[in-house]
């Protein structure tokens, strides 16, 4: 039976790869993007994201059996939390009515491994409380200092995956028996990444902070077949992960032990 799919940020990237895969298995897709796409808005915008689903689920006659939202952008601004968090978060809540109409509702979102990275608490905090005037404010700050700026994307995509977690547990996700989950990317060679990867510098900074070792950098196309497998009827019980599919760059800087914070002191 063919699915309906709404995908955010279809038009590029790991949006457009998902996409495309999944209209070639002979999905619906309705694109949202900022052009280029069955739904044009500006997901950086309360009134866009509104918009956005409004449309959306007019497009899909009320029914949505999957979001996927891969929107987003790496930039030392403010308006990276704008459309990595405040963008999927307030999109996905807004479209749960018509997920709810599907026999079997699932939503993936897409955050990073730039969540093991350094953020600004206060920023995550912030955006976990749906401030989004005080996020946006906390970001400006920090893009006054280019040490700081960076900040903005780490924080947006850590606040993503802590929502995940949150919500996907909830009455609203887990109650409606609804599947939420995220996907973590290592370096992922797409039109946002490429000018930085085209320089020695470039490239040799990227691969200190994301160390890949397995297959090193990655197509958009391993992330959407991860995307589709977790929107998939498939996947009936994985809930709140965030799953990082990134050549090996967790495991490299987590190590073999992320279980022992929860031991019981020995003698």
Known sequence: MTRTYVVTGSASGIGAATAELLRSRGENVIGIDL?????????????????????AIARANGVID????CAGISAPIAKTMSINYFGV?????????????????RAAVV???????PIAPALVDAALAGDEAM???IGDELAKDPRLGYLNYPSSKRALSRWV????????WAGAGIPLNAVAPGTVVTPMTAELLASPEGAAMVDAAVPMPLNHHQPASSIAELLVWLT???NTHM?????????????????????????????
């Open 111 to 117: 955050s990073s491994m730039a969540t093991l990275q």
């Open 165 to 172: 977690r949150r919500e996907s547990i909830s009455p609203d």
């Open 239 to 267: 809930a709140g992960q965030t799953v990082y599919c990134d050549g090996g760059a967790d495991a490299t800087l987590r190590g073999d032990d992320i279980w022992s914070w929860n031991d019981a002191p020995t003698a």
């Open 66 to 69: 999957a979001v996927i939202a």
């Open 35 to 55: 052009r280029g796409a069955e739904v044009e808005a500006d997901l950086s915008t309360p009134a866009g994201r509104a918009d956005a689903a409004a449309s």
């Open 89 to 105: 978060t307030e999109l996905l809540t807004a479209l749960l009515p018509a997920l709810r109409e599907s026999e079997a509702p």
């Open 232 to 234: 998939s009827p498939a």
């Open 135 to 137: 996020a946006v404010a």
